[in-house]
């Protein structure tokens, strides 16, 4: 089964309207992170948003919001106020396991976010 | 900060020859360094984890003397690409955990990654 779950090869967005990139992952793990990354075009990752499994409020960093529902192991991520430097590939991910344990990303497959003038 | 460079950022290779690619972690330390291989529009797939001082990890289906991995530093991992062929050709992407007070953090942070032809 996959770990990470990303039901969107490709969205669309007029620039200024906000987004929601969809998110689904699988573990039996209490204890695990999920992070969103940025790959634009030249081929970077940007880390944009960290929740960890046991915060209790939803993450937010600037324009980047992460929709946090445990119980339906989503774990979206909301671009508001879009804008043209955000079309990228959107990567969504989760390491397992505690804090400290040298666990590895696991990545979706990724969503080709497209910001139209 | 959270700075993580690679070099070089592409490379053209003739098939049979080998080649290094460095990672370093510019201004923090990193005892765990991740290597992934990423092929056109899809996402990344991890090829070994990379401890340092000791062996590294390699994820099944990599072959650990094609892939050779030296993390001999807190902020420099190396991935030689031994005898390249064509079907090695890829975009390479490291990445570095940070410590933060003697500890890991949970964030990973990448490097701009290598694009690797092999002719």
């Known amino acids: 089964a996959q770990k990470i779950t990303q039901t969107q090869p490709g969205m669309f967005v007029q620039e200024k309207e906000a987004v929601t990139l969809d998110c689904t992952y699988d573990?039996?793990?209490?204890?695990?992170?999920l992070f969103w990354y940025k790959q634009p075009s030249s081929g970077e990752m940007i880390f944009l948003i960290y929740?960890?499994?046991?915060?209790?409020q939803n993450a937010t960093e600037g324009r980047y919001s992460l929709n946090f529902q445990k119980a339906r192991k989503s774990a979206n991520l909301v671009i508001s106020a879009s804008q043209l430097g955000d079309s990228a590939m959107y990567f969504c991910?989760?390491?397992?396991?505690?804090?400290?344990?040298?666990?590895?990303?696991?990545f979706g497959s990724g969503t080709q976010l497209t910001v139209l003038p | 900060g959270a700075v993580v460079s690679q070099h070089p950022s592409w490379v053209i290779c003739k098939s049979g020859t080998s080649v290094k690619i460095e990672c370093r972690s510019l201004?923090?330390?990193?005892?765990?360094m991740f290597w992934y291989r990423q092929f056109p529009k899809q996402s990344l797939m991890l090829m070994a984890t990379?401890?340092?001082?000791?062996?590294?990890?390699?994820e099944q289906g990599v072959e650990k003397d094609k892939f050779l991995i030296n993390h001999a530093s807190l902020t420099l991992s190396t991935l030689t690409v031994t005898s390249a062929h064509p079907e090695d050709s890829s975009f390479y992407i490291c990445s570095a955990r940070a410590l933060q007070r003697g500890r890991q953090t949970d964030t990973q942070y990448f490097g701009p990654g290598t694009r690797l032809t092999v002719l």
């Open positions: 991910a989760m390491r397992e396991g505690l804090i400290g344990s040298a666990r590895q990303l696991t």
């Open positions: 201004d923090f330390q990193a005892t765990t």
């Open positions: 990379s401890n340092e001082g000791s062996k590294a990890t390699y």
């Open positions: 573990t039996s793990d209490q204890s695990y992170g």
């Open positions: 929740q960890g499994s046991y915060d209790e």
